[in-house]
């Protein structure tokens, strides 16, 4: 069975930054592509971050470009989100999610496990 567990989130301030964990179990993390999304309320789930399990290759939307970073540790199965030089905007709750599917999905739906999110606040 899938599984996938965030921690990480909590309250910081603009300009500050952020690391999120995300540890999975059921499945190697080695065949499978890992995205971060995040979602707040009455809006659809907005892409952040993907990440091949394989060769650790990302890809980001402009909007993070620069600020986020996504990276793995096969060996203790965790992919984590750094964030920095974040904004109000950014608030949201973030989950992680996997395909088995080679490439990055950008539809929250189409991805075959999540978590059950962690919430990120930024505000001052």
């Known amino acids: 069975q899938m599984q996938l567990v965030e921690s990480g989130g909590g309250l910081v301030q603009p300009g500050g930054s952020l690391t999120l964990s995300c540890v999975v179990s059921?499945?190697?993390?080695?065949?499978?592509?890992i995205s971060w999304f995040r979602q707040v309320p009455g809006k659809v789930h907005e892409w952040v971050s993907c990440?091949?399990?394989?060769?650790?290759?990302?890809q980001y939307p402009d909007h993070v470009k620069g600020r986020f970073t996504t990276s793995r540790h096969n060996a203790l199965m965790t992919v984590y989100l750094e964030m920095n030089s974040l904004k109000p905007e950014d608030t949201g709750r973030y989950y992680c999610?996997?395909?088995?599917?080679?490439?990055?999905?950008?539809?929250?739906?189409?991805?075959?496990?999540w978590g059950q999110g962690t919430q990120v606040t930024v505000s001052s």
């Open positions: 999610a996997a395909t088995v599917q080679a490439l990055c999905l950008t539809d929250f739906d189409e991805y075959d496990s």
């Open positions: 059921g499945f190697t993390l080695d065949y499978y592509f």
């Open positions: 990440l091949s399990g394989s060769d650790g290759s990302t």
